[in-house]
């Protein structure tokens, strides 16, 4: 799967202390490595809908910090790397049937 990084995802990422960096750089790799159709089915990813109404996905990056993600076809966007506790709010949305 290709990974294309937002500008502000990358300016969080710099921000990050080196082992938060390699960490998230491990999780944009396993990324990378997985095969688009198996992407949803992933235990690090969880959908959600944004308040834009554009579903988005959380991938864990480690035990605190999330990866915000946007998928289209074999293309994922970071769009934001966020804190966990800052994105459960939206992690318990009923998920769509």
Do not use: W
Not at 15 to 26: G, N, V
Not at 60 to 87: F, P, Q, Y
Request: proline share 6%; net charge positive; hydrophobic share 35%.
């Amino acid at each position: 799967m290709q990974l294309v990084l937002e500008r502000r995802a990358e300016i969080a990422l710099r921000s990050l202390s080196p082992t938060e960096q390699k960490q998230l750089s491990r999780a944009m790799d396993e990324i990378r490595a997985t095969d688009p159709q198996e992407f949803y089915r992933s235990p690090k990813v969880h959908r959600f809908i944004a308040a834009s109404g554009d579903a988005l996905y959380s991938y864990k990056g480690n035990r605190g910090l999330r990866l915000i993600l946007s998928v289209n076809a074999d293309t994922c966007t970071v769009e934001e790397v966020a804190h966990h506790d800052r994105i459960m709010p939206l992690l318990k949305q009923p998920r769509p049937q």
